[in-house]
């Protein structure tokens, strides 16, 4: 899988993102302010609730903002021989499955699909990220909580 491919797709993803929470807090907030969205008793909060749901999502645009300019920052060198950093992208195995996950900046949980294959988009911080970086190919990890797995880390570029 070629790398800027991945990057690009991330990038694409954080853009629909970003703009998706935009527009919604901007229509939430036309609610909260809009003139006939006055309160009928006192238990009536629907103005409240908008302009709650404007700032999260005025909070979750700028998040996404921010995923986007360290992703574009954020330059596809290659890993092989490298222990695992931000930038690698790792595909790990098991007895039953392959995964395939990119360790970035910012932006974690983020999945998208590049050529037929899923890609997780992990940080540093997040538990997997710390059990990953500072691997090179051929090592071990443990994942899994009730039912862990052993994975072998078979390729990281």
Known sequence: MEKQKLLDKLIEHFEAEWRHFLK???VHHEMATHE???AEDEYDKRRLEASYLAEGHVKQAKEAQLTLAALKRL???SFEDEPIAVGALVELA?????????LGPRGGGAKVEVDGV???LITPNAPLGRALSGKT???EIILGGHAPATYEIVNVT
């Open 94 to 102: 098991s007895k039953a499955e392959r995964r395939f996950y990119f």
């Open 137 to 139: 190919v051929g090592e």
């Open 118 to 120: 899923s890609v997780t």
């Open 36 to 38: 006939e969205n006055v």
């Open 24 to 26: 919604s807090a901007q």
């Open 75 to 77: 330059e596809p060198g």
